[in-house]
């Protein structure tokens, strides 16, 4: 009888490292990075929806008329787009929605316009208007807290570091 020993292969130290390295690459990954071809979740600016990258979204314009060239006869589309002298057509509507065009005023601001208006005179220009708003101001910050009439201290401190 033959005494046939088996006996594992012994890694190098070099192999044993790049396989712990392989390993660690390859452990505690997410799903899109363990099934590359899907890619990653996204938020299509597109489609407005959510989905994986893998899905390639395609922008398509209305068309506004087509227009033939009389020479070669080549007749192309002329695409529609959005104003670009309306905050809506340069910034699109996702930045507006749901926020008023004039806002209410806060409890605390509608006690600055009170103050102001009591401050002052029947006839006043834009100077006076300014001198009645830093006084009320001046006046509430230190009644409330300067927070909303005055701007946050760590803001004047980096002022004064930058001089
Ligand atoms: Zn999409």
């Not at 005494?3 to 396989?19: H, M, N, R, V, Y």
């Not at 099934?35 to 989905?51: A, F, S, T, V, Y």
């Not at 009439?149 to 002022?159: A, D, L, R």
Request: proline share 7%.
């Amino acid at each position: 009888m033959i005494d046939l020993e088996f006996e594992p292969p012994k890694p190098t130290p070099g192999g044993l490292a790049a396989s712990m390295a392989a390993l660690e690459k390859i452990k505690r990954r997410s799903f899109s990075e363990r099934n590359p071809e899907l890619g990653k979740m996204i938020k299509c600016q597109i489609c407005q929806k959510r989905h994986r990258s893998s899905i390639k979204c395609v922008q398509v314009f209305a068309t506004k008329w087509w227009e033939e060239d009389l020479e070669t006869g080549v007749v192309e589309p002329i695409f529609a787009s959005a104003d670009q002298n309306t905050r809506f057509g340069v910034v699109g509507h996702a930045a507006f929605k749901g926020k008023r065009l004039h806002p209410h005023p806060s409890r605390r601001n509608l006690q600055l316009i009170e103050a102001v208006r009591a401050l002052l005179p029947d006839e006043y220009d834009d100077s006076d208007l300014k001198k009645a708003r830093a006084r009320a101001r001046r006046m509430l910050a230190n009644k409330l807290g300067r927070h909303g009439f005055f701007p946050p201290v760590w803001m004047k401190q980096e002022k004064g570091k930058d001089a």
